[in-house]
């Protein structure tokens, strides 16, 4: 029960903070546009990415040293400063919630879903390095 715990509230920290993939799912919320298919799609990749980043920092304490866990750690915060410093530059982004439904089909949402996943660096920094390395030591 403490591990459930441990993992829904480091998800749920992880969740608010409010990333590119997140406003999307909001955004399409607030449209009313094939928000279940959205939130599926956004979960399952999720999922695969915690996954992905459980058994990469698994797969470098048993079969590597710890100087490439450390190479990813430096390369993550200078991505990460990069990322804050981007976004500080572009703080004047607006989102347009017009909707004009008749030319957005499933697969078009579905497609953006994917982009706003998997080329995220973001997601990345949250499901795969984040989380991964957090929950490692839990396979000892």
């Known amino acids: 029960m403490d591990y459930l715990i441990l993992g829904f ?10 990333g590119a993939q997140n406003i999307f799912v909001i955004e399409q919320g607030l449209k009313k546009q094939y928000v279940f298919l959205v939130c ?5 990749s999720d999922l695969i990415l915690i996954f992905l980043g459980i058994f990469i920092f698994q797969l ?11 190479v990813f750690n430096v390369a993550l915060v200078i ?19 017009d909707s004009d439904l008749t030319s957005i089909t ?15 660096p973001h997601v990345y920094s949250d499901t795969v390095f984040f989380l991964g390395k957090f929950f490692k030591r839990f396979y000892y």
Not at 9 to 18: E, R, Y
Not at 79 to 97: G, M, Q, W
Not at 106 to 120: Q, R, S
């Open 9 to 18: 509230f480091t998800g749920l920290s992880l969740i608010l903070a409010i």
């Open 40 to 44: 599926l799609v956004c979960s399952i």
């Open 60 to 70: 470098f304490n048993k079969y590597f040293n710890s100087n490439v866990e450390l």
């Open 79 to 97: 991505f990460l400063l990069h990322f804050i410093y981007s976004k500080i530059k572009a703080y004047n982004t607006v989102i347009n919630f």
């Open 106 to 120: 499933v697969f078009n949402i579905f497609l953006k879903t994917l982009g706003f996943t998997y080329l995220n």
